[in-house]
């Protein structure tokens, strides 16, 4: 064969790999093959057997280069910063699993995320439900007094609507992110201005806020069972938490209200037995409260297990209060290992958490505090040192929005195994 045979052979696989590489890109594949060596081996064959040649060449050639292009790919790019090599695809959707177990799952989001394409397709076919981050957090929706800040928050209101998506308020009275002006008022206007604040923000969203955290960590960390005292609202007296949830009541009679903490999943401690006797309280005088919220931000190197977190769950929902997980995250930095063992120990953790949910019927929804690792709040410094050493990981979906293997411990605890 000379150039000219060896120039048709190589046309002819390339338009077999031009064909093979067409249908492979359906698939997300790249398959690039080059053929210097196939070039030399023909240039150097015979005229004289130059059809001959051409035909077993083909013949023996083209599948074997089918089965090279499906095994030699090009290099992938570089990861997003945030993103990890230990995902799983192809995964389930979240949200149909949570339906099929009588459960919602949630993200909570600022509202400029949505200004990304790929968040908006991601979010409303793995959650039916949404919590603001931040947008409705005092100090964002009431900067000075009665001026009120809307935008971010009806941004994600009016997201979940289109997209058949429970809408959870958070959160109406919190001693943090607390706008400056609030927190220096004296005790007697700082009450005045809590209740006219709740009535303005439940209000304009009744009806189309679902559930609210009414009052968020009210209680002191460590052994004392207090109210912390740290925040303005502990000078009023522990029944601020009573007037809170009344006001939020008139002002949006259908919503769920909800008391919100973190650090109270399990059973034993002091500030898990203050939060259930504050609970039993609210119930036992008649205030208008539904449900508490386990934020869930799980610190692996001690947390209770999850047989503790599903008794804990069964004696709230004994009184009678609906229990929802409201910010949930695993950090992986501190467990021990390889990356893929940190990850798997992740999807075990989770998954047993879930579990513990779904096996106590008024545990109705489980919602994780943020949608890839890059959003999580434990990539800011500060914040992430609670935790140990990182890098974190936390969440659901790793920074370049792909499935990680703790979406399947939480498909795996919402289909009951």
């Excluded at 077993?56 to 990890?84: D, H, N, V, Y």
């Excluded at 809408?167 to 001693?175: A, C, I, Q, S």
């Excluded at 304009?204 to 559930?211: L, N, T, W």
């Excluded at 019927?361 to 935790?387: K, N, V």
Aim: with cysteine.
């Amino acid at each position: 064969m000379g150039r000219a045979g060896a120039r048709y052979l190589v046309n002819q696989v390339n338009r077999e790999r031009d064909q093979f590489r067409a249908s492979a890109a359906s698939y997300g594949t790249c398959c690039d093959v080059r053929l210097p060596t196939v070039i030399a081996m023909t240039a150097t064959t015979s005229t004289a057997a130059a059809t001959t040649s051409r035909h077993r060449a083909l013949k023996l050639l083209l599948p074997a280069f089918t089965a090279a292009s499906c095994l030699i790919q090009k290099a992938a790019p570089a990861p997003e910063s945030g993103s990890t090599s230990a995902v799983v695809s192809p995964v389930a959707d979240l949200r149909p699993a949570a339906e099929a177990a009588h459960r919602r799952v949630g993200t909570a989001l600022m509202s400029g995320r949505l200004d990304d394409p790929r968040v908006r397709t991601l979010v409303p076919r793995n959650f039916d439900s949404l919590t603001p981050e931040n947008e409705m957090k005092w100090e964002s929706i009431e900067p000075a007094p009665g001026v009120f800040s809307y935008a971010g928050a009806d941004k994600l209101v009016a997201f979940a609507a289109a997209n058949g998506m429970r809408m959870r308020g958070h959160t109406l009275v919190w001693h943090s992110q607390l706008a400056p002006w609030a927190r220096s008022l004296p005790p007697a206007e700082l009450r005045a201005a809590m209740v006219k604040h709740i009535r303005a923000v439940a209000g304009r969203y009744r009806g189309k806020i679902a559930a609210w955290d009414v009052v968020n960590e009210a209680l002191a960390d460590g052994p004392s069972g207090e109210l912390r005292g740290d925040s303005p609202f502990t000078a009023l007296g522990p029944t601020f938490i009573d007037e809170a949830f009344r006001a939020a009541h008139e002002a949006d009679p259908d919503a769920q209200l909800f008391y919100n903490d973190y650090e109270i999943e399990g059973e034993g401690s002091a500030k898990s037995e203050a939060a259930f006797a504050l609970c039993k309280r609210l119930v036992e005088a008649g205030v208008p409260i539904s449900g508490v919220g386990l934020q869930m931000h799980v610190d692996p190197r001690h947390w209770p297990p999850a047989a503790s977190i599903q008794r804990n769950m069964a004696r709230y929902a004994g009184l009678g209060l609906r229990v929802e997980i409201t910010e949930m995250d695993v950090p992986v930095g501190e467990i021990p290992g390889t990356l893929d063992q940190k990850l798997q120990r992740q999807r075990e953790i989770a998954h047993d958490i879930v579990a513990a949910c779904v096996a106590v019927e008024r545990c109705t929804a489980i919602t994780f505090w943020g949608l890839t690792d890059r959003d999580s709040w434990l990539e800011d410094p500060h914040w992430g040192a609670l935790r140990g050493r990182g890098p974190h990981r936390a969440l659901l979906f790793d920074g370049a929005y792909r499935p990680k293997p703790i979406v399947l411990g939480v498909l795996d605890a919402l289909a009951g195994h």
